[in-house]
């Protein structure tokens, strides 16, 4: 299976929507500019680097074409004196990481696809895609990540997005129509999530 050219606008556009994640992240905890730009680059290839690791797929994607690199870190630089003087809530980081959450996820399973996995495994490197990089920032920042806490849905957003792609694109879907919807999936539910407290239920 050959990846659709879809597939790298949806990479760009989440390495960049992690990119500004990674960015309000850093500005919230009074990093400088270095600060900022180690932890919106760590954001943004953190999913993509585990990815091409497991799947064998060398030289990792940015190594092999610098200008994701330099994007990031322009990108990087440019929010940062955007935002000098903006007052971050906690809660601004939510729309460009759930935004990058579903891009990642759907180029994750993509991938892959590609690479002749398993729908099963694809959902699984879909989700490995889509959280890796916020997991690195939250380290990074002294937080613990937003996967492993008792919050509300995280990962199981990513996988349903993922599920939703892959149904769609097995039961003959043209990948114009199964990328944007699994992203629009995993974007929706994460952002419902949050908004009305949708957690997994735990243990009585």
């Known amino acids: 299976m050959s ?5 790298t606008v949806v990479s760009v556009l989440g390495l960049a929507a992690f990119t500004v994640s990674g960015v309000i992240e850093a500005k ?3 990093m400088d500019l270095v600060g900022a730009a180690a932890v919106a680059f760590i954001t943004a290839v953190g999913g993509g680097t585990v990815r091409d690791i497991l799947l064998g797929r060398y030289p990792i994607f940015w190594i092999a074409d610098q200008r ?3 994007g990031i870190f322009a990108l990087a630089v440019v929010s940062f004196y955007s935002l000098r003087t903006a007052r971050l ?6 729309v460009p990481d759930a935004l990058g959450l579903g891009l990642f996820t759907v180029t994750g399973a993509s991938y892959a696809l590609a690479s ?4 099963a495994i694809a959902s699984l490197l879909g989700v490995i895609t889509g959280v890796f990089g916020g997991v690195l920032r939250d380290v990074v920042c002294n937080e613990i990540p937003t996967v492993f806490a008792r919050t509300q849905l995280y ?3 990513a996988l349903a997005g993922a599920w939703v792609y892959l149904l769609l694109g097995a039961a003959g879907v043209v990948a114009d129509v199964t990328i944007p919807a699994g992203v629009l999936a995993t974007f929706a539910l994460r952002i419902a999530a949050v908004r009305f407290d949708l957690r997994l239920p735990g243990p009585r």
Do not use: G, W
Request: glycine share 0%; with cysteine.
């Open 89 to 94: 809530a906690s809660s601004a980081i939510l």
């Open 3 to 7: 990846l659709d050219p879809l597939i």
């Open 28 to 30: 919230r905890k009074e």
């Open 155 to 157: 990962a199981t957003c």
């Open 68 to 70: 994701y690199a330099l």
């Open 116 to 119: 002749h996995a398993s729908l």
